[in-house]
């Protein structure tokens, strides 16, 4: 038995959707049953605001959206911003000439949603395996923006270069390097695309300082706060939080930063993790 926390953080890709990237009737069950027991359900993702809006729907959730791996706080009711990071221009310049320097166009967020698009990119017809995979499945989601890589729109919050898992792991070494501390970087791969993405966002935003930003406003504690998640996005609010929970699907340097592992995402570990907490 564990301690019931009144915020329950929850990763979407690996996490609340299976493999084949389904909301189970379980876990959809799961969530509604964690908020009768007034365990109050944020969804805290890598994906952007648009692609997380769908779920909330399907989960009847009325509560804000920690999105783009912290960097966007958006309220799916009116979708008004609570919180929007924000890129130093200075810095998002010497950023993107960098990723040029390595060979890479950049994706940039901004937020646009009400606008009807999500992102920019220099151009959207491109040669590159990984980017025009992605480009592919977010048809009109992008605008282009011919200078993006040596004058970026206003209004950047974060971004992403994407390649092989190599390719981008050995940017995040030259990144770290080259920036240290003023950047909030990771790589991971979502399920849904080809490539692994090398995630860029300023100094400080994670999924957890996001978190904690609402949980403040909710006179809620960190030890009061369950997070659950699978891959390295997740590590500082499982880290953090009260109680930090690994799926069984997760990477093994996530399953070293929880407390306690559950089932895997195609094993409805979701809704065994309600079951721990409201029993």
């Known amino acids: 038995s564990v301690p019931r926390p009144r915020l329950l953080a929850v990763d979407i890709d690996g996490t609340l959707v299976n493999s084949r990237d389904e909301l189970t009737p379980r ?101 590159d395996e990984e980017l025009a995979d992605y480009l592919a499945r977010n048809p009109g989601c992008g605008r282009e923006w011919p200078q993006l890589m040596t004058s970026p729109p206003d209004g950047v919050f974060a971004g992403f270069v994407t390649g092989t898992r190599e390719e981008m792991l050995a940017l995040e070494r030259a990144l770290a390097l080259e920036f240290g501390e003023r950047l909030s970087l990771h790589v991971l791969r979502s399920p849904r695309y080809l490539g692994f993405m090398c995630e860029l966002a300023p100094q400080g935003v994670t999924k957890w300082s996001g978190i904690l930003r609402l949980a403040r406003q909710w006179g809620v504690s960190p030890d009061e706060i369950c997070a659950v998640g699978d891959d390295v996005n997740d590590i500082p609010m499982i880290r953090e939080a009260g109680l930090g929970i690994a799926m069984g699907n997760a990477l093994d340097v996530v399953k070293q930063a929880a407390d306690r592992i559950a089932p895997s995402h195609d094993e409805d570990g979701l809704a065994q993790i309600v079951e721990w907490l409201t029993q």
């Not at 890598?46 to 706080?73: C, K, N, Q, W």
Request: glycine residues 6%.
């Open 27 to 127: 876990t959809q069950l799961a969530v509604q049953r964690a908020r009768r027991h007034g365990i109050e359900v944020v969804l805290a993702t890598g994906r952007r605001y648009s692609r997380t809006l769908p779920l909330v729907e399907r989960l009847g959730l009325d509560v804000p959206l920690v999105t783009a791996s912290g960097a966007l706080i958006k309220h799916p009711r009116d979708h008004r911003t609570l919180f929007q990071a924000h890129f130093d221009r200075q810095l998002l310049c010497s950023l993107l000439s960098a990723v040029a320097s390595h060979g890479y166009d950049a994706v940039l967020y901004t937020d646009s949603y009400c606008q009807g698009f999500d992102f920019y990119c220099p151009s959207l017809t491109v040669d």
